[in-house]
């Protein structure tokens, strides 16, 4: 993995094609798609789901920090 290539990013700004890089080192499948979820009628009430590629799913609160690569740079 090319150290250089990762990206702190907020949950809400995931891209399609990227992994997310845990603390470990350790990365996820890459994203397929990211979906924003409005929980109420409060417009800062908002999760990410975030679906990758071999076809599981995490939920992240929006405006966490994350930090993610570009797949083809793991």
Do not use: C
Not at 6 to 34: H, P, R
Not at 62 to 74: A, C, M, N
């Amino acid at each position: 993995m090319n150290i250089e290539k990762i990206k702190d990013v907020l949950s809400e700004n995931l891209g399609e094609g990227f992994k997310i890089v845990d603390e470990n080192g350790e990365m996820t499948a890459a994203i397929e798609w990211v979906d924003w979820v409005q929980l109420s009628d409060d417009e800062n009430d908002i999760q990410i789901e975030v679906y990758f590629e071999d076809d599981s799913k995490k939920i992240f609160p929006k405006g966490l920090k994350l930090r993610q690569i570009w797949h083809e740079d793991s």
